[in-house]
C-alpha cells in the first residue's frame, strides 16, 4: 500500500478519468453523499502506472485515498463510503432489498460496464477529435497537436487493449441488450430498481451507460452527445427504456458536486 503521493490525508482523494464509466460511479457516490473531496484526474493510457503506485498492485482507476488507504474499484469506494458516511444511504436497510441492490451491482458491474465502455470506443474510435474531445478534454495547444499525431498509434493501442474485432463487438451488443432486458424486469413502479427509492443499483447502472447516454448533469463534456456515430448504441438503449430513464436519474439524483479546489 502506497500513500497518498504528497496529498494531505484529511480530505479523501479521488483518482479518476473524466470520462470513464466505472469512475464516474465513484464520483457519483462522493456527489451524492456531500463527501468534500479532491480530484486527480489522469491522462487514459498514463493511469494504471499511477494506479500502481497508488495501490500496491492494481493498475486501474478510480482510486479513492481515504484516510491514508488507497481503494481501488469503484464497488469497494461504495462500501468504504457507506461505513465513514452512511447518510444519505446508497445501501437499503432492509437485508432482503440489500442484498437484491447489491446483487444488482454486480450483475452491471460484470455484465454491462466492460460491454457499454467497448460499444462507446468502438464508435468513437473513428473520429480522432471526437474521440480527444471526450477522453482528454484538457489537452489543449501543442499538447493536443501532438495527442493529434499520434492518434494512428492511439488507435492501435486502445483496440489492442480492449481486444476490440468484430467479435468482441458483437459481444458486447448482446450482452447490452441482455443487461437492458433485465434492467426492464428489475424496474418497479416506483421507477427504481429496488424498493421505492435510490440506490446502488440505480446509480450503478445509470453510470455505467452514460458515457453512452450523455446526460446533461454528467460533470464533464460530452462531446458525444447525440453524436451520430452513436446513434445505433443509443437505440438498443432506448429500445428497453434504459436511455431515458438513465437521463431522468441523473435529473433527479445528480446534484452539486462535493469536489473542492486546491
Known amino acids: ?30 456527489d451524492y453523499k456531500g463527501i468534500p473531496h479532491i480530484r ?15 495501490t500496491g498492485g492494481d493498475s486501474t482507476f478510480p482510486v479513492l485515498v ?43 458491474d460484470e455484465e454491462l460496464g466492460p460491454y457499454s465502455r467497448l460499444l462507446a470506443l468502438h464508435r468513437m474510435l473513428p473520429d480522432p477529435d471526437l474521440m480527444l474531445s471526450a477522453f482528454t478534454p484538457d489537452l489543449q495547444g501543442g499538447r493536443r497537436v501532438a495527442a493529434r499525431a499520434m492518434y494512428p ?11 476490440i474485432d468484430e467479435r468482441s463487438v458483437a459481444q458486447a451488443e448482446g450482452k447490452c441488450r441482455a443487461a437492458c432486458e433485465r434492467f426492464r424486469a428489475e424496474l418497479g413502479p416506483s421507477g427504481y430498481l429496488v424498493g421505492d427509492r435510490f440506490t446502488v443499483a440505480d446509480l450503478t447502472l445509470a453510470a455505467l451507460v452514460a ?4 446526460p446533461e448533469q454528467f460533470p464533464y463534456p460530452q ?40
Open 1 to 30: 500500500m502506497q500513500g497518498d503521493m504528497g496529498e494531505s490525508s484529511d480530505t479523501p482523494i479521488l483518482w479518476h478519468l473524466k470520462v470513464s464509466n466505472y469512475n464516474e460511479k465513484a464520483r457519483w457516490a462522493l
Open 40 to 54: 486527480r484526474a489522469a491522462v487514459p493510457g498514463r493511469h494504471a502506472k499511477l494506479a500502481r503506485r497508488l
Open 153 to 163: 498509434l492511439i488507435r492501435r493501442r486502445t483496440v489492442a487493449d480492449f481486444g
Open 223 to 262: 462531446p458525444q452527445r447525440g453524436h451520430p456515430r452513436l446513434a445505433d448504441v443509443r437505440d438498443l438503449l432506448e429500445e428497453h427504456g434504459a436511455g431515458e430513464w438513465t437521463r431522468e436519474v441523473y435529473a433527479r439524483h445528480r446534484g452539486k458536486s462535493a469536489e473542492i479546489s486546491t
Open 211 to 214: 458515457p453512452l447516454v450523455a
Open 66 to 108: 481515504l484516510d491514508g488507504e488507497a481503494i481501488g474499484d469503484s464497488t469497494r469506494i461504495i462500501e468504504a463510503l457507506e461505513r465513514c458516511q452512511p447518510e444519505p444511504p446508497l445501501y437499503p436497510a432492509d437485508p432482503t432489498q440489500r442484498r437484491q441492490a447489491l446483487e444488482l451491482e454486480d450483475f452491471f
